[in-house]
């Protein structure tokens, strides 16, 4: 049961082989088990949980089940869940209960779904790994010396090591993908406005998309029914009619079109993260897919575009933290101004600072234009790229990670190290493009390696019905962590 | 272009962000390593491109979607004030701003 899938489950909570409190329980048991080791959970309720399990299953019991009635979904301390603790993974909000839901939280629990408990994440969602945020970091199940990606690691590690059978995350450089191709778990970044950001706290509003994080393509569609369609409260939420995200899970494969941007498989990333991601397209050509080699020329300026946008738009989000209307506050000051400045300091960990500081200097007065303004012109000429490219191909295709999972503490001292982690991630985002990593395959050392797909606006549901021909066949997906057998 | 150790407390200021002397040396070296590559984008020619303010070029044409001017939320100051670090009769706490 803990490694079923959710249309497992489903079937298994539909013909009362199994209850919703007993799912409940031993995802809870699992999570007893193994957090410590991985502390992939920063809050676990365990009493609220079996609360609403017991509701889900009078739910069922009343003839109202949906599909994921019953099932316990892990979310990521970045959405606010009324009455309990919305971290963020910082400092700044280790005591605040939200007084209200995100969008999110309201449609699974619309939908009968558990909520198990609250993921660890970097701080704010800003870091590659996991590791910056206040509760500690979080270990890969693969490897527990190896991080999990970030930043929605915690989300990645409980998936993976059967803690849940899936969870939310967001993504604003790759935050969904990366951690998902880290532990070898899939991840679906929406195009931008599909999934509501009300009540999931913002790092960079332009970018910030929330996603679901399950071990298939089909578990996703299944999640994306949820999660996705039009929330008025969110203003760049899209008025779109509603979609069955399942509907193209049979469409066969021939004919399919497969951009290969030669960006992507050039050099800066690992010999054996290639060739796991040459093996996956050779299987998909072997299938009756045509590959058709293009060019991005313009994502070798997506870092440095991101890293003006999303700092900038992060040092005027996270101004809200003033320590007078929630969250921390310093204990000594002098006057306001200082109590400011010592409640933001105190609050916030040194990568957030640290993008804060840049976001305020490519904001600041003579830098606007050289740096802002220009970064969100060659955001422009980047998304024509991809626009393009998808008059040539339906799916690009490459590799999620130039590497697999490195080590605990390898890049804390090196931002810009650090950055070079989503240079493959960082580009779908800038587009507001839809992007799906699946794993393809292990190196050497027993590390996952993701597949990215990344297709245009809209082709969500063309992307999972693609992954999950590919998992009809494969069995990458159904691995199971060493470090955390059954 | 490098930041002083000067430039850098006055970022600090402008961020309400208090800064030791000894972590802005520290954080000089990390934040000139990120200013070097966002570099990059200076010597690239823009001339004639839209800047891109928004991700999906329909919304962006569809421009900021205004709501009938009503009221929709209920009050619920006593709920959102709960989780303040310090309020009295319905009012937030901040240290004396005029003399």
Known sequence: ?486 | MPLSPEQIQHLARLARLAVSPAQAGEARAQLNGVLKLIDELRAVDTAGVEPMSHAVAAQAAAGQRLRADEVTEPDRHAEFQAVAPAVERGLYLVPKVIE
């Open chain 1, 1 to 486: 049961m803990l490694d079923a899938s959710l249309s497992e489950l489903s079937g298994a909570l539909g013909r009362g082989t199994v209850s919703s409190v007993e799912l409940t329980q031993l995802f809870l048991g699992r999570i007893a088990q193994l957090n410590g080791a991985l502390n992939a959970f920063i809050t676990v309720d365990a009493e609220r949980s079996l609360g609403e399990a017991r509701e889900a299953d009078a739910r069922r019991a009343a003839g109202r089940a949906g599909p994921l009635t019953g099932i316990p979904v892990a979310h990521k301390d970045i959405y606010c869940t009324r009455g309990m603790l919305t971290t963020c993974g910082s400092r700044m909000l280790a005591n605040f209960t939200s007084p209200y839901d995100a969008h999110v939280i309201e449609r699974f629990a619309a939908a009968g779904a558990v909520l198990l408990g609250k993921t660890n994440m970097d701080e704010f969602a800003m870091g590659s790994s996991s590791e910056t945020s206040f509760f500690g970091p979080v270990k890969n199940p693969w490897d527990a010396g190896r991080v999990p990606g970030g930043s929605s690691g915690g989300s990645a590690a409980a998936v993976a090591a059967r803690m849940a059978p899936a969870a939310t995350g967001t993504d604003t450089g790759g935050s969904i993908r990366q951690p998902a191709a880290f532990t070898g778990v899939c991840g679906l970044k929406p195009t931008y406005g599909v999934v509501s950001r009300y009540g999931m706290i913002a790092f960079a509003s332009s970018l910030d998309q929330g996603g679901p994080m399950a071990r298939s393509a089909e578990d996703l569609a299944l999640l994306m029914n949820v999660m996705g369609g039009h929330d008025a409260r969110d203003s760049t939420s899209l008025e779109r009619a509603a979609e069955d995200y399942t509907r193209e899970l049979e469409t066969p494969l021939a004919g399919l079109r497969i951009g290969l941007p030669r960006e992507y498989f050039g050099e800066g990333c690992a010999p054996e993260v290639l060739a796991r991601v040459r093996e996956a397209i050779a299987w998909f050509e072997a299938r009756g897919a045509r590959l058709v080699e293009l060019a991005l020329p313009n994502s070798r300026l997506a870092l440095p575009v991101y890293y003006v946008i999303a700092p900038a738009e992060a040092s005027s989000n996270l101004s809200r933290y003033d320590g007078v209307r929630y969250g921390h506050r310093a204990t000594d000051y002098a006057d306001l101004a200082d109590m400011y400045c010592r409640t933001r300091a105190e609050g916030f960990g040194a990568e957030v600072r640290r993008r804060i500081l840049i976001g305020t200097y490519v904001l600041s007065h003579g830098y606007y234009d050289a740096y802002y303004l220009q970064a969100q012109k060659v955001r422009r000429l980047i998304a024509r790229d991809f626009a393009e490219a998808f008059e040539r191909c339906d799916v690009i295709m490459g590799p999620t990670s130039p590497s697999t999972a490195f080590a605990l503490g390898a890049n804390v001292d090196d931002p810009v190290q650090m950055y070079l982690n989503d240079i493959f991630t960082i580009t779908a985002p800038l587009a507001g493009l839809p992007a799906l990593s699946i794993p393809c395959g292990f190196d050497a050392a027993g590390l996952p390696v993701g597949l990215q797909l990344t297709g245009n606006h809209f082709a969500e549901a063309k992307l999972l019905g693609v992954a999950h021909r590919y998992q009809q066949e494969s069995d990458w997906h159904r691995r199971v962590p060493s470090g955390t057998p059954l």
